[in-house]
């Protein structure tokens, strides 16, 4: 049978991989400018971000220092996730991209495919040699550089220090595996009642199932692009949840889906569960929705077969059809590297992707702040490079996986249905 979906649109969790697939022929969403107009003028650039308040807010400020410093003008169009993709593959089909695009490593191979971004390697004018050496492989495409990391982040598990107290547990240091925080989570929701759970739902995470084949010891995707996950390795992956939420380890569906679509409402921001996924702008994010305390933990890890990498946030690129690309190419270098622009950006689009940015940070951040970019260091110890950048097909399969964990946890679909679908759906990429 297919899948039936109840889920409310998800919140992106990772701006470089939880997109929603668009492609360069759908249709767009209206565009505003901070001028109030969509056309920069002669001269200008013309720049697109996804974003909220925050990111408004420190991008803004960052393009206002360098506007003073270098008299470069931008014309700024804004939008909230929702409808951002579409815009851009609507502009972009009509040959009205913007100049400086904010990109999604998932996202850059399609785009780059159909000649729509500037190859930064022809660029003579480039100064990104600051970017941390794991980062620098997102937004290759082959030799050819389609993106410049904007900021970076890492999976992390999130725990609200009151509930773990409350259940008298204790969190597991750098080497632990996957049946040891089932076990955890369990034991939470027994000491703390009916209504509260140990571990958020992640089930329907590609980046957290993407984990669990990397921490058996074999990448996900082979190096051509090919699943190397399988059919056995998602069925114990949905059949883990299901134990979890049969058990009580994990919320049951409908409560799952009352927190989808925005952050707050998720258990974990609401006090449902003493643990839950996310990336370090998502602790960040958690830590000022809550009043207890949150912290910041590996996730399992086995030291021999370490799952995690550092991961792009966003990446900035330049349009083909640039009639400055000059400047564009000047912006990027400028917010990589400028210490008035690194001060205005801070941690809000994620991680400063390079040490000198992290080190001028060092002490003017709030505690959240200074904890993740603290964490993301951990994970520089602890991590290895995926062994290539997502492939064609990944959006789909990461929104796939998300409604089939829903639906098995409906009872919508058996897990052996759930499988063949994904599968299914896998091969038609390859």
Known sequence: MSIATRRLPRRPLIAGAALTGATLALGGCGVGSRGGGSGAGAGEVRATWWGGDSENSALNAALDALAQETGTKVARETQAWDGYWDRLATQTAGGNAPDLIMQAGSQIPDYAERGTLLDLNTQETLDVEAI?????????????????????????????????GQAGLSLPGDDYDWEELAQIAVSAHDALGDEIWGLQDG????????????????QFYADDGTLNATPEDLTAWLQYWQDLRDAGGAPPADVTAEGQGELPNTALAQGRAAMGFGWTQDYVAYARLSDSSLSLHLPPHVPATPSLWMNAASLWSVSSTSSVPDAAV?????????????????????????????????GSLSAEEQIAMDYMSTVAEVSTPLNRL?????????????????????????????????????????
Do not use: C, H
């Open 203 to 218: 089930g329907g995470d590609l980046i957290l199932f993407v984990m669990k084949v990397r921490d058996d010891g074999r």
């Open 132 to 164: 941390d050496e794991g980062l620098e492989q997102f937004g290759l495409v082959g030799d050819q550089l389609y993106g410049v990391v904007a900021a970076s982040n890492a999976m992390g598990l999130v725990a609200r220090d009151d509930l773990v």
């Open 330 to 362: 000047e912006l990027i270098n400028q917010l990589t590297n400028s210490t008035e622009a690194i001060e205005a950006l801070g941690i809000s689009l994620g991680i400063p992707p390079s040490e000198a940015a992290r080190e001028q940070l060092t």
């Open 390 to 430: 997502w492939p064609a097909g990944f959006d789909e399969l990461r929104t796939l996986l998300g409604d089939l964990n829903e639906a098995v946890a409906f009872g919508d679909l058996s897990i052996p249905d759930a499988v063949d679908q994904f599968f299914t759906t896998a091969t038609d990429f390859t």
